[in-house]
T-cell receptor, first 110, second 110 residues
């Protein structure tokens, strides 16, 4: 059973609001990832971290930021949400065998 | 630069058809290759491949890895509408760095 959690699962917010999507894992994994994905479409890497105080931007340009102050926690923040940010956001971490995914956050910006 | 390339990007077949999905990779320190199926939410794990030439099977799905030619295939026989999904290939490197392909969107028509 994967121990990686994302909150909230669904979020509808107004344009211009600041939001933080939470991702936590209890497996002690160093490497964590954020992906953006539209329904039925490909996965796009937006941020990743290889450990505490290590964060990098991914392949897809994103206006979001991340932090990694603790191993288990990798939150993603949008300072000013826009309708173009409407998407699903998936968090993942890797261990010795496979990658584990959170259940995703479905974000809608109106 | 490490990369994982999946083909085709999308595919439409009829029920009963057999499909083959491709995944090629170029990474520095290959450890394992993973296949995932993603429907509406988080990807679900299908296979992990670490050795060349050893086929893994699960029902109508099977997969094999060729570490010399740097690719893997995922076969689905007697496709059903429930097989419609995005199929993701990922490579895990030593140190647990994860590199995903963009995915193949499969649609099975009844």
């Amino acid at each position: 059973e994967a121990d990686i959690y994302q909150t909230p699962r669904y979020l509808v917010i107004g344009t211009g609001k600041k939001i933080t999507l939470e991702c936590s894992q209890t497996m002690g994994h160093d490497k964590m990832y954020w992906y953006q994905q539209d329904p039925g479409m490909e996965l796009h890497l937006i941020h990743y971290s290889y450990g505490v105080n290590s964060t990098e931007k991914g392949d897809l340009s994103s206006e979001s930021t991340v932090s990694r102050i603790r191993t288990e926690h990798f939150p993603l923040t949008l300072e000013s949400a826009r309708p173009s940010h409407t998407s699903q956001y998936l968090c993942a971490s890797t261990g010795n065998t496979e990658a584990f995914f959170g259940q995703g956050t479905r974000l809608t910006v109106v | 630069e490490d990369k994982v390339v999946q083909s085709p990007l999308s595919l439409v077949v009829h029920e009963g058809d057999t499909v083959t999905l491709n995944c090629s990779y170029e990474v520095t320190n290959f450890r394992s290759l993973l296949w995932y199926k993603q429907e509406k939410k988080a990807p679900t794990f299908l296979f992990m491949l670490t050795s060349s030439g050893i086929e893994k099977k699960s029902g109508r799905l099977s997969s094999i890895l060729d570490k010399k030619e740097l690719f893997s295939i995922l076969n689905i026989t007697a496709t059903q509408t429930g097989d419609s999904a995005v199929y993701l290939c990922a490579v895990v490197e030593y140190g647990n760095k994860l590199v995903f392909g963009a995915g193949t969107i499969l649609r099975v028509k009844s």
